[in-house]
């Protein structure tokens, strides 16, 4: 299994990014994924979740409203449309996908501000 993450950067504050991860070593379209983010000297929270087909999708509520997750079967990626970025999403997002176990992404560093 080996998730990778990208499109992270920096941007000013109510600016968008589009992080992707593509998947490889299962079968994409058989699991739900899920992005998260871990700042420094915090738990691992869950920002977004889609399930295997994309009709259901779930956010925490700080996210809600501004994030979009969403997924491409046929291209084995899961995306996280940011917009109207704050400060406090600056951090590292990573991509999960659980078969059997978590398996983590190696993340990306999403960076707001001035």
């Known amino acids: 299994v080996q998730l990778v993450e990208s499109g992270g950067g920096w941007v000013q504050p109510g600016g968008s990014l589009r992080l992707s991860c593509a998947a490889s070593?299962?079968?994409?379209?058989?699991?739900?994924m899920s992005w998260y983010r871990q700042a420094p000297g915090k738990e691992r929270e869950l920002v977004a979740s889609?399930?295997?087909?994309?009709?259901?999708?779930n956010y925490a509520d700080s996210v809600k409203g501004r994030f979009t997750i969403s997924r491409d079967n046929a291209k084995k990626t899961v995306y996280l449309q940011m917009n109207s970025l704050r400060p406090e999403d600056a951090t590292v997002y990573y991509c999960?996908?659980?078969?059997?176990?978590?398996?983590w992404g190696q993340g990306t560093q999403v960076t707001v501000d001035t």
């Open positions: 999960r996908a659980v078969i059997c176990v978590n398996h």
């Open positions: 070593g299962f079968t994409f379209s058989s699991n739900a």
């Open positions: 889609i399930t295997r087909s994309g009709t259901t999708t």
